[in-house]
């Protein structure tokens, strides 16, 4: 009897430990308590700074400049810094054909210089002869051997004569310019003469951003040699995604952050009134808008410069005393949300009508009170009416 009473027993006390063992046990849970707060919603896109207004100081005419002794960063003052020279460019060589025919150019232009001279001493001594002969019929007109007729006659042919030398002295200073010009084009390299340089002066006050043609060579008219700046008047270029940048209007405030200095205020000045298709790092295709913004203190962006690298927080709405639940307490239920809201010590599912939300609270509509305590994080294993116990903080 007693050996039977003792196996009961140990059957009771297994059959109460195996109990004890499945008996559902409350889940440990995170809870929040849902409260009343202000809600802001920030569009965040990495930007980068530029100067507003660069100046690019290109050549003004063709030749070959000197080497630009300036560097990125020195400064410079509008009209008096001179920021590059450029001298005339050395005549290209000759090949032995261009050779020959320039030389053939000179020697016939030299010819034709020599009966130009030839011309002009030829109308010299016709023109002496002339004025002999005028001179000795107004003799005899005076006396009355010739007639006035052929006084005016020698007269005539004097002054053509005289007309006649000024053309050939003319046409001889025609022929000295053609062999100079002929002479000039047997000009080699190394050879040249003239002024040494073109000066070209900063056109407004700053630092240079960036030399783009720092060695001597030969330009063309119009070729870049560098870019001017003013460092203290920058602005931040952010591309914001089209369906984000519709909520920003110009004059909303921002924050610029993570340029390697403290938090800058700013100020939306524009909004681009067109999209550009952009590739992402996943290789998908993005519509962006270029939004632009304006430092509050250019003072305190100090270290900030051209194109550095910075994160653009713009607010686009601020809500005030609104019931706030955390996003990690919210899970989708069908084409709604819900959350399990904690009652006594158990789980149960509250449906939830949700409006505006950022990366931490959500605004809640209807379905939780301020007061309403939540499972933050709710994992597989919960579910409406399951028993929970929060964890301590």
């Not at 063709?62 to 960063?73: E, F, V």
């Not at 004025?131 to 003799?139: D, P, Q, S």
Request: hydrophobic share 50%; proline share 5%.
């Amino acid at each position: 009897m007693l050996r039977r009473l003792i196996m009961l027993l140990i059957l009771l006390a297994v059959a109460a430990g195996l109990a004890w063992a499945f008996w559902p046990r409350p889940i440990a849970v995170e809870t929040a308590a849902i409260t009343r707060r202000s809600i802001e919603i920030d569009v965040e896109e990495e930007g980068k700074s530029r100067i507003r207004e660069v100046f690019t100081v290109s050549a003004p005419i063709g030749g070959q400049t000197q080497r630009i002794a300036l560097h990125a960063g020195d400064a410079v003052i509008k009209d008096e810094t001179v920021v590059a020279a450029i001298r005339p460019a050395a005549p290209g060589l000759l090949d032995v054909r261009l050779r020959r025919v320039a030389e053939a150019a000179a020697a016939s232009t030299e010819a034709g210089l020599g009966l130009a001279q030839a011309e002009v001493r030829q109308a010299e001594a016709r023109l002496a002869f002339l004025k002999t002969e005028l001179a000795r019929a107004e003799r005899l007109a005076a006396q009355g051997t010739i007639s006035e007729s052929a006084r005016d006659k020698a007269r005539l042919e004097a002054e053509t004569a005289e007309a006649i030398l000024e053309s050939a002295r003319a046409a001889l200073a025609v022929r000295q310019r053609e062999l100079e010009r002929a002479r000039a084009a047997l000009i080699e390299t190394g050879e040249t003469e003239g002024p040494c340089c073109t000066e070209i002066k900063a056109p407004v006050s700053g630092r240079i951003l960036r030399v783009l043609a720092e060695s001597e060579q030969v330009v063309q008219a119009g070729t870049p040699l560098m870019e001017i700046g003013d460092p203290a008047n920058l602005e931040i270029v952010a591309d914001i995604l089209s369906r984000e940048a519709f909520e920003i209007a110009p004059g909303a405030t921002a924050e610029i952050v993570n340029w390697g200095g403290p938090p800058l205020a700013a100020t939306v000045r524009r909004v681009e009134p067109s999209a550009v298709t952009k590739v992402s790092a996943l290789g998908i295709e993005e519509q962006r808008v270029p939004v632009i913004l304006d430092l509050a203190g250019q003072a305190d962006a100090q270290g900030l410069g051209d194109g550095f690298r910075v994160i653009v927080r713009i607010r686009v709405w601020d809500g005030q005393d609104l019931t706030a639940a955390p996003i990690a307490a919210l899970f989708r239920q069908g084409s709604g949300w819900a959350v399990y809201k904690v009652v006594g010590s158990r789980a149960v599912l509250q449906p939830v009508e949700i409006g505006r939300r950022n990366d931490e609270v959500a605004e809640v509509i209807a379905g939780l009170t301020a007061g309403d305590t939540v499972v933050l994080h709710p994992s597989d294993q919960m579910g409406d009416g399951v028993a929970v116990t929060p964890l301590s903080p």
